[in-house]
């Protein structure tokens, strides 16, 4: 009864063992075959970073110019009604 419960256990785990060893070969095979396809991926990837980095900047400098226009708005307005509440008293 013991060797027949030994003998499954080892059926088993050796079952499980070649079907994990199969599992990474195939794994490498896949790596192996798609390698150029990988690098041409990271190369696309990189450049469209380069991108995003180049536009954030430009965003960041309109955004600056912006502010500054923003500001020069707002500093008309505020004279403009000095002006206006000055020219009723």
């Given amino acids: 009864m013991i060797f027949e419960g030994v003998k499954l256990m080892v059926v088993g785990m050796t079952t499980v063992m070649l079907f994990l060893l199969l599992m990474i070969l195939?794994?490498?095979v896949v790596a192996m075959l798609t390698r150029g396809v990988t690098a041409r991926e990271l190369d696309a990837i990189e450049e469209e970073r380069k991108l995003?980095?180049?536009n954030r900047k430009k965003a960041k400098e309109a955004t600056s110019?912006?502010?500054?226009e923003d500001i020069a708005v707002i500093a008309a307005a505020v004279a403009a009604?000095?002006?206006e509440r000055f020219a009723q008293a």
């Fill in 52 to 54: 995003q980095a180049l």
């Fill in 65 to 68: 110019q912006d502010a500054d």
């Fill in 26 to 28: 195939f794994i490498n």
């Fill in 81 to 83: 009604y000095e002006v």
